[in-house]
């Protein structure tokens, strides 16, 4: 379990902000620092932010990048933070592009800065699961790790499920 | 990463309230299940809790509790949350007993009752590694998950840091 | 300072919800019970929801039920929260019609859901102005109770100000 | 309702830290800064720290200071925050001292870095009351200002009562 962990950031509902003056939500600067503070990780975390977007309007270029900087990074442990929507779509490209590294796609229900947000809590379990998975691709939601191609979100509940549950 | 998880709580910081008509604080009910939910965990989780101590004042007598009910329990895979000044000593305790299973202790630097609690993430990262974990005695905090024989608490920092760094 | 305190709730951003399915903001039930618990409030408050609507959404109609209300009200002071957008109109009708109470519009520019909303302090202090205030209709947002014809939102700020400040 | 507003820090349980290395309870910086911000207060404030003390152990010498305080103050509006289980007697000592200023003890029974304190809801509560209230000692909590003269906090409940009730 040792060796340097790769966070990627992309958006998601996440790193969502408030905007006090319009009354919507958008993107800023990523959580993930502070979330990482607060839960005193004690590990060697690169964190580097690829785009801020809400997944549903995540395009295939944006796919691409973040498949790309998979490849190119020196880090065998990839986490990426991922809006829910299409995180099942991004998972299925890695898949078929990354295989000698662990990479944990992750994201939260409720923004970050609502208090009661469960992106901590993913965030915490996706750097375990980061840690001790083998090698593949892996979506870390609802404290559970499942494999890429296992897994969807049901829509009317917000909850991860395997396909043939 | 299959059947159901247990959880044994027995007090520590994060189960910590304020006591505001003392102004001191004191332990009451856990808040484990509260942090389940608020990570929206889909896990088939048993909660019991043993005791509610402050681990500096736990006796010898609550560490075989603990280890009686590991022994008993019919899960293989158990989280313990526990104060963190003393969870070594109950995870060198459990190692000798606990040989078929993985056992994950976890705990707090902040009550969970405070916003800004470590807590959530704690829980998080301990639900994933008891899942993907071989069997044996670990402790998860910092993000990581020290093996019970290469694990201290560094008194100064509050951080846990392994025997030979 | 005595008697019972009226608050009729509107909506507005102070009881904003975010909905984790779709992403939005929405209204579910009032937070205002929540924030009288929290901050211990020790008054004979009734609370009552006329409706539940984005003040830049709200119609002359629910205007004209609002101030229908604050006249049936048996009690002499009453809060009012709701949107910031168009809080200033409706004070200005409440003070066409509402001449023998004491009347004070609030809202919040972050919602309450979010852990750092102002929404906590805003209702403490338009508490205290409509226990203190004289009979009149006022608007209390950033710590100030304004005169309802001597305030306006600045729109690029989001904060409350004085006509000619 | 012109005018400066001084604030004078005393401690208490408002602007009592939780220390992760030892457990207690203990004060740092005030937290009245970021709570004025949290409230997007829009005041001419000063603030300025007299003692950071459990009112429990206030000495009749730190009683002196913060009078000596008051009455050099150039600002006739005046708030004072204060541990609540002494916060009666030293409204007794101002009252005896200050005739010509309206001064607003204020407290709170769970400390602010506990995300559900009261304190933030208290102190706009009490900005509001400095404001509206004619000159005399006031104590600001559970939503109300009473007269120094006819409060004392139930140490059974935690709430503040007129003492005729």
Redesign the interface.
Known sequence: ?DGAIRIFVTGG?FDKE?N??T?D?YFKDSHVPK??Q??????DVHIRTLMMV?SRSMSEEDRTTIAKNCRAASEERIIITHGTDTIVETARLLAAEIRDKTVVLTGA???Y??????G??????????V???PHGVYV??????FDWDNVRKN??T????ELES
């Open positions: 379990m509902t408030y006090e003056i009354g939500l979330v990482l607060m839960g005193r990780a004690r590990l809400d229900m409720i923004p800065t609502f208090g009661s947000s469960d901590l809590f993913n965030l915490g379990s996706a750097l375990a699961f840690q001790a998975m870390a939601m609802n404290g559970r790790a829509r009317k917000g909850e991860f499920e």
